[in-house]
């Protein structure tokens, strides 16, 4: 059997280098090549062994509402600011043209070191126009060549937009790029799905962003590539390259035109929060978005006009959970003859209206009699029910810990009286 040095020998003779011996990727991405061995899709240019990109006009574009900037506000958690002891976010207006609306298309759904990006879309606004740029890799040495081309088209416009992004896209960008000895720049980061729970996971459940686009944003998709196919699909072809069949290159074709779609319908729902935050008395209601969590971020926001006039408007329609907060609101204000407005206003049917009803009776009007026959109602109708009351509704046991301080203190008057 022959020893270890003929084997290197004879992996040397055949171009086997010493990681240390090889040559740095390069950050400049590598200039179209002209090939016609494997052209890839129509409309696709080659940049390089295993490297394609294209750019898409989407038909989407700004309006007269939209104009030429955003408002930065509009898209951090004012709630999470206060939580931490930090005041409202600083307004500041910024221009669309340094926005990269971006996802990654993956040989994984998980993340982690096995899973590299095939295909990038960044989507950029040029003028009042959305135009999306995409780059593909057929084959894994594309790999440092994808990244460093990616790298340098979000670099052009540097505040990124993305779904879920904070927890896939951006972490796999960076690992993939230490993976390749290559540097990744600092990004602004906005976060979509974020702001998207907040407004509407209470009023339409799911929030991914084929769902959003649904509900939110009115617009279907036909024949689309499901995502859970898509990392098998592109290893099927890459093991099929450099002669694809044309199963495979449809199926390409496919998953292109679906990560085209993530990447526009991400730009609407920009622009579709933008509006709310800039008109949320006009377009909440409309727009479905969930007002105790949309007043609550205006308020954070020191927007106090805007965040009591959507509680009161969900109250007239009957909402008890606005009424509620917008009562404790009031009460913290020490606007007290509209705490006492709209307490008296709450259903005396649901829980919550008992509850504060009885606590209006006993701290505000010192009337004992009537804290306790509203307390004795909300224990009734809680009984009535299965379910344990939801945060931040008193339990079982803090009601009956009202009616037993009640009780006492009923107890005490009758013996003054």
Not at 139 to 147: K, N, R, S
Not at 190 to 202: A, E, G, V
Request: net charge positive.
């Amino acid at each position: 059997m022959p020893g270890i040095k003929g084997r290197l020998s004879r992996l040397r003779e055949r171009g086997l280098v010493k990681a240390s011996e090889l040559a740095a990727p390069s950050l400049r991405p590598p200039a179209p090549v002209r090939s016609e061995r494997y052209a890839f899709l129509p409309g696709w240019e080659r940049m390089a062994p295993h490297l394609y990109t294209r750019i898409v006009e989407t038909g989407l574009s700004l309006d007269e509402e939209n104009g030429g900037t955003f408002e930065t506000t509009h898209f951090v958690n004012q709630r999470l600011r206060s939580k931490r002891g930090e005041g409202p976010a600083i307004s500041m207006e910024r221009p669309f043209s340094q926005l990269s609306f971006f996802d990654f298309e993956t040989t994984g759904l998980s993340g982690g070191t096995g899973t590299i990006a095939f295909l990038a879309a960044i989507g950029f606004f040029d003028g009042r126009s959305f135009f999306i740029r995409q780059v593909f890799i057929d084959d894994f040495p594309g790999e440092a060549g994808f990244l460093a081309l990616t790298v340098q088209l979000l670099a052009q416009r540097p505040e990124l937009v993305t779904y879920n992004g904070a927890a896939f896209d951006l972490p796999l960008l960076r690992t993939r790029c230490i993976m390749n000895s290559l540097p990744v720049p600092a990004f602004g980061h906005i976060d979509l799905l974020h702001t998207s729970r907040r407004f509407w996971r209470k009023t339409l459940g799911s929030c991914s962003l084929q769902a959003l686009e649904a509900t939110v944003l009115c617009e279907g998709r036909e024949g689309d590539v499901p995502g859970f196919l898509i990392p098998r699909l592109w290893l099927d072809y890459s093991a099929s390259c450099p002669n694809p069949s044309e199963e495979s290159l449809a199926a390409m074709e496919r998953i292109a035109a679906h990560n085209l779609l993530d990447v526009r319908s991400l730009a609407r729902l920009f622009l579709r929060i933008d509006r709310i935050m800039a008109e949320p008395e006009r377009r909440w209601a409309a727009e479905k978005v969930y007002s105790r969590h949309l007043a609550l971020e205006l308020r954070a926001a020191s927007r106090f006009k805007e965040a009591f006039y959507i509680l009161e408007e969900a109250g007239s329609d009957g909402d008890q959970g606005a009424l509620r907060l917008l009562a404790r609101l009031y009460r913290r204000e020490g606007r007290f003859e509209d705490y006492e407005r709209v307490v008296e206003s709450m259903d005396g049917r649901s829980c919550e209206g008992c509850i504060e009803k009885a606590k209006l009776y006993e701290h505000g009007k010192k009337n004992i009699e009537q804290a306790m026959w509203h307390t004795l109602r909300a224990i009734e109708i809680l009984e009535g029910s299965r379910p344990e009351l939801p945060a931040p509704l008193e339990s079982r046991q803090a009601l009956q810990q009202r009616q037993e301080r009640l009780a006492r203190k009923m107890e005490k008057l009758l013996r003054k009286g």
